[in-house]
């Protein structure tokens, strides 16, 4: 098994070339989006178990910021990405410094009231394009615009972040701070009590994961040239990024990824085959299959595969 | 003193749990707490901790008030305690628990994880150093209570029933390894129901009863206390002696 | 005079608010566990209310009943089909399972009654009362007074008799309950019965007034997180109170600020009390 | 960290096994692809406008010599294309813009559609006619209110509907005809939900009431899912407007019928702005309250025998309902772009674009009562125009204007006043 790292690493690498054309490029951004906001979610609410279902609101801010600085001065939307990770970055002071004193499922209700109030807000503010939202360059004046005819660049730009988060993960989870997001996770009183600074480690695991789901944000709404409150901020962002992560595995390196992996060509699959349809079977097959997940597998593929595996292993060894 | 706790009380609404106990610990004591159940000592234990902040009174330790610092600035001080139900991180493994206590004193994990190993040795944990925490029995989560807090360097531990529901062997085990904690110079402070283990191991002790500490002294002083003996260890005794039967 | 027919408007739509947020609080006190499918239970009571009226030509009475009735049967069989296997799991499991039971719910009426949207046919209720000026309507204020007694009596079942102390016993302390000879998994059977009913009846009235469409769920979900997180957790009463304040804090904002501003409102003084009163205004610290 | 990479491999093939779904391709066809919300919150809109555009397919594809008027109804198919068939691929973008983006490259790429027509929510027509302007595919957008879909200088998006503009100047020349007759109009209101369609609207007509020295007395945005609109009501009723004009979507236009009738306010004339007011749910939920209640459509069922009222017994047939506006204006877009497919006499792109753009076609060819289709360089219609219909026991009748009304004006209003 020692090529499935190697092999998995050249599979994202060449998967444009595996499966050529803009709509398999398209899915491939669409899985690598998934991926990179769910990675993001993972820090905080995979390692340290702080379940926030108000993620949307970094990646909103991350969103809006590039269209706005397009909107407004008419610099490239790139221009506007450190000012989403820095107004994610106080928000998620803001949020983080409260809702932290409390435990259990007061964050998770918290953050989906917080990342409401952002979206209705934003939903009547005229500066930032009220309900009707921003639009990007409809065609790019030069490269630094990233307006690309081709979604081909815009996958290796995301592939390139994905790498740095999952990058950024592994280093956190080798090291004190993740060790410390584990303890939390696993009992916070105990972790106290050897000297873990709790408030603070949480914070500051929000804080990175702001950060990053800013990013996805931005990556989002550079690409799609558009954004509006609802792919903002709305919550079935903010769920789908849990979902990916729970269904993957939460608090693993690569449940996210293989959460994505699974989620995203299952909505494109049910969408392909019944959306057209229009009798809302994608949605019955996709709750459908959360439902079973989340009552035969709570703890998500990831440990799925630890229970089969061995299984499949011996199998095969005695064949 | 080490530690010096200075008339303590606190109160949870109307109910008095602990009602003025003094404590004095010098460096390199080992102190016992008894009493009945609800006495109180586990109360005073969590103020000295710092999981709870008592209601009137002060806890200097080394000199230094942290009657109201939170529990991981005692934990920095050099506090560290146990709990009477193990609170062990059960997704993580045997190590990695000992690590979380390690990365107290060691920021680079390389540094953690030597001292980790070592205290996993010394703490006769090796064997399941790589399980995870869930897998081990209370003996074994207690154990690992204990090397998760003999990793952050501690000066004082706290052990809340560390050695309750042992067999005699594990007993025998475990108080070979407090003596050979106290013999790295720590001082400590236990609550223990079990006699044998207080008659053993501790030097000083002192007895709660509903909230007061009714006396206080060397382990056969205080077994011969009138009052000790009406409140707690007369009626303890016989149930104990009769359950070990 | 025109401002007492908006407390008046507010507190009557807040009484709903009340009797639908009861039966997640309820819940959510009970077993520490949120249902994303609460707004779901309380669309389907409207349609039951529907089919009620089409088919058997019932009355408010009637429809009322039959949408307790029928999400009291819903709710005993999420429970015994998904709640009890996922309820001790990871949390992240919780979120899930109720989610998906969601999108399930709300895209299997979808796919029964269509998109399309509808209201209950003209029943019995109508007419408009004058009370000294203040107009109300009758059916507003029919559910209005009917989701105050029903919390009320929800919030006396659970206070004042057995099976309510019962109740209560197992969100204390599950073991301890066992001992005393009660079957935590019938009385949790029966919580999520009850909070799956209250949801039904609240939907029934909500139905006489409003029309709706199978997504109007996802609204109604979210304006009882906002009305239990202020009430308290698990506190039936917290609920009743927030539900009214956060009607007539909808209502008084609307017509002093703006109807777009209601929800900001409202949202922000959430903002507020998290920093200031994290527990809710009736929750235990 | 091995298993971890292990999962993923397994998952890899599982999702390279879902994704693969070959496209099909027949002879002697020319593909449409549509992009409309089949689920989520605006799902019923797309999916009437889904039945309506296969009721346009079939009058397409098969003889239909009594709508001889419409284009292309008498023939089968496309007689410059050799008699071709349309063929229809619909996909539901659930009224997210970058699933929108993604479906219109799939219908392109994937699915070799030759024109696109879409797709409801601006946001989605936003996205999706960038992605038709990047690989140069003709895009007709049936009904999306947004001004600036079109006139972004693309070159492949054109608009048939007529855009919130358009309105506000129907709405102006309608009040100056009342005035001429005597009538008062001081003052109005504009009650709009606060999405895209609602701010749109509202905007322009803010911007027209100024230019005619028209008074606003009132404008209140709200949130279209609003349970209770009784604050507004009242609001309204202490402005005391001549007209109330609401952009409204379905559950909210009822429920202020409702409030008004509660509250007891009936002002002399209430508009509603299509959209909700053109609901199926509506006239059944509010019609012995809405008496004279009006509507802006560009829809009218017509006189039996009609042109318009076969379409609308062809639609009921399917649907069990009668047509809406917002369906007609999308199936107005898909007969548009059927008759420039059989103008342009080849699926090559250029050819189809310039024959939209080259599109001329009269009244009398039409299903809506547009003055006509005919585009200017940005795309958009600029004959698009609309009627005002008015609320008669359970049928809207057409008032305005007067050359083309069915039914006299009654003003004002009779709400619940029998």
């Known amino acids: 098994m020692k090529w499935s790292l190697p092999a998995l690493a050249a599979l994202l690498l060449f998967y444009p070339f595996i499966l050529t054309g803009p709509f398999y490029w398209d899915i491939g951004v669409a899985f690598l989006l998934a991926a990179i906001s769910a990675s993001a979610w993972n820090i905080v609410g995979g390692y340290a178990g702080q379940v926030s279902v108000g993620h949307s609101m970094f990646f909103g801010v991350g969103a809006y910021t590039p269209l706005l600085f397009y909107h407004l001065w008419g610099l490239p939307p790139v221009a506007g990405v450190p000012a989403g990770m820095l107004v994610s970055l106080a928000l998620a002071v803001a949020i983080g410094m409260p809702t932290f004193r409390l435990q259990g499922h007061y964050f998770s209700m918290a953050t989906i009231a917080v990342a409401e109030l952002i979206r209705i807000f934003v939903g009547t503010w005229d500066l930032v394009g009220a309900a009707i939202g921003l639009q990007g360059p409809a065609v790019g004046r030069a490269w630094w615009d990233l307006t690309f005819r081709s979604e081909l660049p815009y996958y290796y730009i995301f592939l390139a972040v994905l790498a740095v988060v999952l990058y950024t993960t592994f280093e956190v989870e080798r090291s004190r701070f993740g060790y410390y997001l584990r303890a939390i996770k696993a009992g916070e009183r105990a972790a106290r009590s050897l000297g873990v600074p709790v408030r603070a480690t949480k914070l500051k695991a929000l804080m990175l994961s702001a950060v990053f789901t800013s990013v996805a944000g931005s990556l989002y709404s550079i690409k799609t040239g558009f954004i509006d409150p609802e792919s903002g901020f709305g919550i079935l962002v903010s769920v789908q990024m849990v979902i990916v992560a729970a269904l993957g595995g939460a608090a693993t390196l690569f449940g996210p990824l293989i959460g994505a992996l699974l989620l995203v060509p299952l909505q494109t699959a049910t969408n392909t085959w019944f959306g057209g349809g229009g009798s809302g079977l994608t949605y019955i097959l996709y709750g459908g299959i959360i439902v079973l997940l989340a009552r035969f597998e709570p703890g998500g593929m990831h440990e799925w595969w630890q229970h089969v595996a061995p299984r499949l292993m011996r199998r095969s060894h005695a064949a | 003193m080490l530690l010096s706790a200075q008339n303590i009380s606190k109160a949870f609404g109307s109910f008095l749990a602990v009602r003025g106990a003094d404590l004095a610990v010098a460096e390199g004591e080992i102190i016992g707490l008894i009493g009945p159940n609800g006495a109180g000592k586990s109360t005073f234990f969590n103020c000295l901790a710092g999981d709870t902040v008592p209601t009137t009174g002060r806890v200097l330790f080394d000199g230094i008030d942290v009657t109201r610092a939170s529990a991981e600035a005692h934990a920095r001080a050099g506090i560290g305690r146990t709990f009477q139900v193990p609170a062990t991180f059960e997704d993580m493994t045997v190590l990695e628990n000992v690590m979380v206590g390690a990365f107290l004193r060691h920021h680079h994990r390389g540094a953690a994880r030597e001292t980790a190993l070592r205290i996993v040795e010394m703490t006769g944990l090796t064997r399941q150093s790589a399980q995870r925490a869930r897998s081990l029995g209370t003996p074994g989560r207690k154990r690992l209570e204990i090397a998760r807090v003999l990793a952050t360097g501690p000066r004082l531990m706290l052990l809340d029933e560390a050695l309750a529901g042992l067999t005699p062997t594990e007993l025998q085990q475990a108080i070979a390894l407090v003596r050979r904690i106290h013999e790295l110079g720590i001082t400590l402070v236990i609550v223990e129901h079990i006699m044998e283990v207080i008659m053993t191991l501790a030097q000083r002790v002192l007895v709660f009863n509903q909230g007061h500490v009714i006396a206080h002294g060397k382990p056969r002083e205080v077994v011969a206390n009138e009052a000790v003996i009406e409140a707690y260890l007369g009626r303890g005794h016989r149930r104990r002696r009769r359950e070990a039967s | 005079m025109l401002l007492a027919q908006v407390i008046v408007g507010g507190l009557l739509l807040g009484a709903i608010y009340a009797l639908f947020s009861s039966g997640l609080t309820l819940i959510w006190g009970m077993m520490n566990f949120i249902n994303f499918a609460h707004g779901e239970f309380v669309m389907l009571g409207m349609y039951v209310a529907l089919l009620v009226v089409v088919w058997l030509g019932g009355g408010p009475a009637t429809f009322g009943f039959a949408a307790a009735f029928a999400l009291f049967v819903l709710g005993v069989i999420v429970y015994a089909s998904l709640i009890r296997h996922v309820m001790r799991g990871p949390m992240l499991a919780q979120i899930l399972s109720t989610f998906g039971l969601a999108l399930l719910l709300r895209y299997t009426a979808f796919w029964i009654f269509s998109a399309n949207f509808v209201s209950l046919p003209q029943v019995s209720l109508s007419g408009t009362l004058n009370v000294g000026g203040i107009l109300m309507p009758v059916p507003q204020l029919v559910a209005g007074v009917a989701a105050i007694a029903l919390t009320l009596g929800l919030h006396l079942l659970l206070t004042r008799t057995t099976v309510g102390s019962q109740l209560l016993a197992v969100a204390e302390d599950r073991n301890a309950a066992m001992l005393m000879g009660i079957r935590p998994d019938r009385m949790q059977a029966l919580a999520w019965g009850l909070a799956a009913g209250s949801a039904g009846i609240a939907g029934a009235l909500m139905a006489v007034s409003y029309p709706w469409s199978p997504s109007v769920g996802e609204t109604f979900g979210l304006t009882a997180f906002v009305v239990v997180t202020l009430g308290g957790f698990g506190s039936v009463p917290g609920a009743m109170y927030a539900g009214l304040i956060i009607g007539l804090i909808q209502a008084l904002s609307a017509y002093w600020l703006g109807p777009i501003y209601k929800d900001i409102v409202v949202y922000a003084l959430f903002a507020a009390l998290l920093w200031l009163r994290p527990q809710g205004l009736m929750g235990k610290a | ?418």
């Open chain 4, 1 to 418: 960290m091995r298993t971890a990479s292990a999962t993923m491999a397994a998952a890899l093939a599982a999702a390279a096994i879902l994704m693969s779904c070959p496209p099909a391709d027949a002879a002697g066809t020319v593909k449409i692809g549509i992009l409309w919300p089949l689920t989520g919150n605006a799902a019923a809109a797309g999916q009437a406008s889904k039945a309506a555009a296969e009721v346009a397919a079939d009058i397409v594809n098969n003889k239909h010599p009594e709508l001889a008027d419409l284009p292309l109804a008498a023939t089968e198919g496309l007689p410059n294309q050799g008699g071709a068939k349309l063929e229809l691929t619909f996909v539901d973008h659930q009224g997210n813009p970058s699933l929108a983006q993604q479906l219109a490259t799939r219908l392109i790429t994937q699915d070799a559609v030759h024109v696109l027509l879409g797709a409801y929510q601006s946001s989605c027509s936003f996205t999706a006619t960038a992605v038709a302007e990047r690989y140069g595919i003709p895009f007709m957008v049936g009904e999306s209110a947004a001004l600036n879909i079109t006139g972004r200088g693309f070159k492949w998006v054109f608009r048939s509907t007529p855009i919130a503009s358009d309105y506000a100047a129907t709405y102006m020349r309608f009040f100056d005809d009342l005035k001429k007759e005597g009538k008062k109009i001081a003052s109005i209101a504009v009650v709009n939900e606060n999405t895209d369609y609602g701010t749109s609207v509202a905007d322009s007509i803010e911007v027209a009431a100024k230019k005619n020295n028209l008074p606003v007395a009132i404008r209140i945005p709200y949130s279209a899912s609003s349970t209770d609109v009784t604050a507004q009501v009242l609001q309204l009723k202490e402005k005391q407007p001549d007209v109330v004009i609401f952009i409204s979507y379905t559950s909210d236009s009822i429920l202020y019928m409702k409030a008004m009738k509660n509250l007891d306010y009936m002002p002399p004339m209430v508009i509603g702005d299509d959209t909700g007011f053109s609901d199926p749910s509506f006239i059944p939920a509010v019609a012995d309250i809405a008496q004279g209640a009006m509507n802006r459509s560009a829809w009218d069922i017509g006189k039996p025998g009609s042109t318009t009222y076969k379409i609308n017994e062809m639609y009921k047939a399917k649907t069990g309902r009668d047509l809406d506006d917002t369906s007609g204006r999308n199936m107005q877009g898909f007969l548009v772009l059927a008759d420039a497919l059989n103008r342009a006499g080849s699926t090559e792109p250029e050819k189809i674009r310039d024959a939209l753009a080259k599109t001329d076609l009269k009244p009398e060819q039409l299903m809506m009562g547009y003055n006509g289709v005919k585009f200017d360089a940005t795309g958009q219609n600029t004959l698009a125009s609309t009627y005002l219909i008015q609320l008669r026991d359970k049928q809207y009748q057409l008032v305005w204007p007067e050359k083309a009304a069915t039914t006299k004006l009654d003003w004002p209003m009779k709400g619940w006043k029998q």
